[in-house]
C-alpha cells in the first residue's frame, strides 16, 4: 500500500502545481476558467484519497504525530508531497 501512497501523492502534487501554476493564472488573466475546472476535479480526488490512504498508513508505518502531521501539512502546500516522498516514504 506505501507504493500506491508515493503513486497518489506524486499525482496529487502534480495536480496541485497544474492548478496553482498554470490553470489559476489563466483563469485570471485571461478569463478562461476552463483549466482550472478539468484540473480540479482530479485534483480533489486525488487530494481525498492521499488523506484517506496516510490515515490507514499511519500505523503501518508507525509514524509519530509530528510526522503524520507533516504528511498532512504537505498536502495543502505547494511540493510538499515530493519532500514527503523523499524523506519519508522513500524505502531504503
Do not use: C
Request: without cysteine.
Amino acid at each position: 500500500m506505501l507504493n500506491v501512497f508515493r503513486i497518489i501523492a506524486l499525482l496529487e502534487g502534480l495536480s496541485y502545481i497544474l492548478l496553482l501554476g498554470i490553470a489559476t493564472p489563466i483563469k485570471y488573466f485571461y478569463n478562461d476558467p476552463q483549466y482550472v475546472k478539468q484540473l480540479g476535479m482530479p485534483h480533489g480526488l486525488l487530494f481525498v484519497a492521499y488523506i484517506i490512504l496516510a490515515i490507514l498508513l499511519k500505523n503501518e508505518q508507525a509514524w509519530t504525530k509530528r510526522e503524520f502531521g507533516y504528511i498532512l501539512l504537505a498536502s495543502i502546500l505547494p511540493f510538499g508531497t515530493f519532500y514527503i516522498d523523499r524523506n519519508y516514504l522513500k524505502t531504503a
